[in-house]
Each structure stands twice: as structure tokens, then as C-alpha cells.
């Protein structure tokens, strides 16, 4: 049963009070949401780590955030691509000599929509490679500093999840056999929410002092569907982006921002827009489809995936 804790007019930043002296891990920071996000914590005084496989636009993102906010911010970029776990690995490590705490670490980059069948360079379909595994490892890497804070890891999901099998693929993860865009960015979407679910288990069995929230950006105006989608998605996406029915990317940054930092949420639930089919709307908790925490496919695919990473979580 889904609780409304904001009212009519649903989570707004206006909630937030200051974040001074507070840290915040953003990936996929330097467009879209996840740009937005960083704006927002920062104008209320956060400390802001962007962690983003482009070196130029990184620069270009930190230059235009002070450009609006004031040269102070205190903003840095750590460069890492989920694609790739040796880079995961190594921005973890600059993370970990550089920031001596993390109150919230935001699963914010992801890839969609990619029309024909790519691996990461360690061999994953690249939806699951960067949207889940570069994200389960990153997470992995970084949980004793987020402990030793009691800070949060929040994981940017999708309306995917239950758009695509509703379960994982397990015989044949990379869908060699039945790629699909769509199906396969769902797929992954699902997985970073099982990952989610199994952490909250895995924290609350060991005592931990870590939330986990999980949260979608609703219909957005990013740059996540490009030129690595067919040119029919982009078509239908550039239409339904003039549309009502998709918001702005400030608006598809509240859910994250809320998960970062709104206190008295709830762990085994789901956020984000709660008008027009989840699209747009006001801020709040939306329905949570059973199978996205189903115990023994959340269980086998935490244990494929530190196989698949070569991580093993003390948990």
C-alpha cells in the first residue's frame, strides 16, 4: 500500500534545508537529471562529486553550474565509465582518497533504448553492463564510507521495469537469442531495483546503517534516448517530448533528490511522479509491482552478479 507524505502538491526542493557539510555521489551528473540534481544540492550548499565518463563535458557542466551558482560551489568530477569495472574500480579509489565522507550516493547514469545488440569491454549486453553492474560494483566499492557516514544509496529505476520480462533472464543475460531495445533496457531498469531490495535485506540481517531508496524520473526531457537509439524511437521520443505528458529534467530530479535527502521514507518502496501513468505529476510514493522484490530472483541475481563483477560485498 502506497503512503502520500506530501500532499496535493508532492515533493518540491523547496523541503530541503541546508546541506552544508553534506557530500553527494552523482553518476551521470554532467546532463540531463542528473545535472539538475547537481544544481539543486548544490544551491542549498552540498558538497557535489560527479562521477561521468566524459572528461569536456564534465568540464563544461562544473563551469556552467558556477556560472549560475557562484565560483565557491564546492564541485569536482571524477571520471569513470560504467562500462568498464577496471574504471569503476579506479574512480572508486580517487573517491575513497579524496572524500572523507558520503551522505548520499545517487545510481543516476544509465544507457537506453540502444537499437542494436553492444557489449561492455568486460563482455556484458550493455544496458545491464553499465545500468546494473557498473552501479553494483561502484555501490560495493563505496558502502563502508557510506556506513561510516549512515548515509544513503539511491537508485534511479525506470517505469521499464514492468514494461519488459518482469523477471530476469538468467539463461541468457547478454539476449543473444531475443535482443530487443527496449525489452533489454527494461531488464536491466528491473535488475538495479532487485539489487536495491536484496541490499535492504542484506543491511538489515548485518546491522548496517544504510538506506537504500529506490526512485524513477518519470517521462523527462534528458539526453538518454540519442543516437545509439533506432531513428524511430527518437522520433516517437522528440514527439512525446512536446507533449504534457513529459517533464522537464529539473522535475525528473526531484525523485533523487528527495532519496538523498528527505527524512521518514520508507525503504521497501518506490518513488517518483504519481500523475498521468507515472509519467508526470506530483512527487510521492507510487506503487511497487510485487515481483520487483521477489526474494529468490533478487537472491540468485545478487549472487550472479558478484560473479559477474568479481565482488564479493561483506554482507
Known amino acids: 500500500m502506497t503512503t502520500k507524505y506530501f500532499g496535493a502538491k508532492g515533493w518540491t526542493p523547496e523541503r530541503i534545508g541546508s546541506l552544508v557539510g553534506k557530500t553527494y555521489l552523482i553518476t551521470g551528473a554532467n546532463t540531463g537529471s542528473g545535472f539538475e ?9 552540498a558538497k557535489v562529486v560527479m562521477l561521468n565518463r566524459n572528461a569536456s563535458k564534465s568540464a563544461a557542466a562544473i563551469a556552467a553550474l558556477k556560472q549560475q551558482l557562484g565560483k565557491d560551489i564546492d564541485v569536482s568530477f571524477v571520471q569513470m565509465d560504467l562500462a568498464e569495472l577496471a574504471s569503476v574500480h579506479k574512480a572508486a579509489q580517487q573517491v575513497l582518497q579524496s572524500t572523507a565522507k558520503i551522505d ?21 549486453e550493455s544496458h545491464l553492463g553499465v545500468n546494473h553492474y557498473g552501479h553494483f560494483l561502484l555501490c560495493g566499492l563505496l558502502f563502508d564510507r557510506i556506513e561510516e557516514s549512515q548515509g544513503r544509496i539511491v537508485v534511479v529505476s525506470s517505469e521499464g521495469y514492468k514494461m519488459g520480462l518482469k523477471t ?26 532487485m539489487f536495491a531490495y536484496e541490499l535492504q535485506n542484506r543491511i538489515k540481517d548485518a546491522g548496517k546503517r544504510v538506506e537504500v531508496y529506490v526512485c524513477h524520473p518519470g517521462a523527462s526531457k534528458t539526453s538518454l534516448i540519442n543516437d545509439k537509439a533506432s531513428r524511430a524511437t527518437r522520433i516517437i521520443f522528440g514527439i512525446m517530448a512536446m507533449l504534457p505528458i513529459v517533464q522537464s529534467a529539473e522535475k525528473g ?34 506503487k511497487l509491482e510485487a515481483f520487483a522484490h521477489d526474494e529468490q530472483v533478487c537472491q540468485t541475481l545478487w549472487q550472479l552478479s558478484e560473479q559477474q563483477t568479481g565482488f564479493n560485498w561483506a554482507l
Open 37 to 45: 540534481a547537481s544544481r539543486i544540492l548544490l544551491a542549498k550548499g
Open 104 to 124: 548520499a550516493l545517487i545510481c543516476n547514469g544509465a544507457i537506453a533504448q540502444v537499437a542494436k545488440q553492444e557489449f561492455t569491454k568486460d563482455g556484458f
Open 168 to 193: 530476469m533472464q538468467f539463461d541468457d543475460m547478454n539476449w543473444d537469442k531475443n535482443y530487443h531495445p527496449n525489452h533489454t533496457y527494461c531488464h536491466s531498469k528491473l535488475a538495479q531495483m
Open 253 to 286: 530530479a526531484y525523485p533523487e533528490i528527495m532519496c538523498a535527502t528527505e527524512t521518514g521514507l520508507k525503504q521497501r518502496a518506490y518513488y517518483g511522479p504519481t500523475g498521468f501513468q507515472y509519467f508526470v505529476g506530483p512527487v510521492d510514493e507510487c
